[in-house]
């Protein structure tokens, strides 16, 4: 595996699946694999799981790690070509990608939507430099549009706690009083598409998908109609993919917040959320904490999901 954007470039979904679990039964059966070998894992953005389970998972393989927060200590990248640099940005991404690569034989970049500009964002205008000019293996940690090694995880733990063969599973549209990206919705219904399950997408009208990842999923405007009989409630909150009004809030609906009464809808579905999570927006206290409550389980399957591609990512090197 040279590049993990998107479910696509797992192959085989269910033999991935498959690997995630013996990943998961003896998470150093491949501590030799990684020995001299360095991930770099670059920040443009805050981060506590990804940041963490990443370093976790290079270790369990036996690399070793440098993470960089562009943001902290290092120089303000400028990443527009031809851009005469008089101003703030000293340095340029086209030197700098090169340059961090030169350290490393893997990384992983996270670098969020900006909504400054749609098609910069939706052309993945940072990471496919990195991609482009590394010459190394690159693994998104959420990019602008995907955020793929959440959407895994959310998989391996959709697939560890089914208790039928085709669960139900929703995704579901929350609201947050600041605009987030499209980015963990998206990879949800990428992944889901491929996966053996009845998958559902709710969000008020105004806040649909882009038609690339939402394919042929199901649509319900009426969120309680969606919650019934569903196994799975998988809330998040996102801005407006559509171009008139690309990352604003068009609502803020309270009546959407995952709350007790709407969780009895269900099929006794289990909660999950990717974090960090808004409590009494997203969801309430009570239905997070309640026991089908399942968030930390999936955070811990950020450590699995990374290093079944960082696995690969090595044995192709
Ligand atoms: C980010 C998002 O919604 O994409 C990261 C989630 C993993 N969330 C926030 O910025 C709060
Ligand atoms: N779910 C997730 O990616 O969390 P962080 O933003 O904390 O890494």
């Not at 670098?111 to 990195?130: R, V």
């Not at 959709?158 to 990206?181: D, G, M, Q, S, Y």
């Amino acid at each position: 595996m040279r590049v993990f954007t998107t479910v696509k470039d797992l192959g085989d979904l269910n033999a991935a699946l498959k690997e995630a679990f013996e990943v998961k039964k003896n998470r150093f059966a491949y501590k030799a694999l990684g020995e001299n070998k360095t991930l770099l894992a670059v920040f443009f953005n805050s981060s506590l799981r990804t940041r963490l389970s990443t370093q976790k998972a290079a270790m369990n393989l036996g690399m070793n790690v440098i993470v960089l927060d562009v943001n902290q200590g290092a120089w303000r990248l400028e990443t527009e070509r031809g851009v005469v640099m008089d101003g703030d940005k000293s340095e340029h991404i086209l030197e700098a990608i090169p340059v961090m690569a030169s350290y490393c034989d893997i990384i992983g970049v996270r670098s969020f939507a900006q909504f400054e500009n749609k098609q910069d964002d939706y052309s993945e205008k940072i990471l496919n430099q990195f991609i482009r000019y590394a010459g190394r293996p690159v693994f998104s940690m959420e990019g602008a549009t995907t955020h793929p090694l959440q959407a895994f995880a959310d998989l391996i733990t959709i697939e560890e706690f089914k208790t039928k063969e085709r669960p139900k599973v929703v995704l579901t549209w929350a609201p947050h009083p600041k605009a987030l990206p499209q980015a963990v919705p998206n990879s949800f219904a990428d992944f889901m598409n491929e996966a053996d399950v009845d998958f559902v997408i709710s969000h008020p009208e105004g806040y649909e998908l882009d038609p690339k990842f939402v394919r042929g999923a199901k649509i319900e405007y009426d969120q309680r109609k969606a919650f019934i009989g569903a196994d799975f409630i998988y809330a998040k909150n996102w801005s407006v993919f559509e171009d008139a009004d690309y990352g604003q809030i068009i609502s803020k609906d309270r009546s959407w917040t995952v709350d007790t009464a709407k969780m009895a809808l269900t099929n006794d579905a289990f909660f999950m959320h990717c974090l960090p999570v808004r409590r009494n927006m997203i969801v309430t206290d009570d239905v997070i904490e309640s026991p089908k409550s399942i968030v930390i389980q999936e955070a811990a399957n950020r450590e699995i999901s990374c290093q079944v591609v960082l696995k690969r990512m090595l044995e192709n090197l």
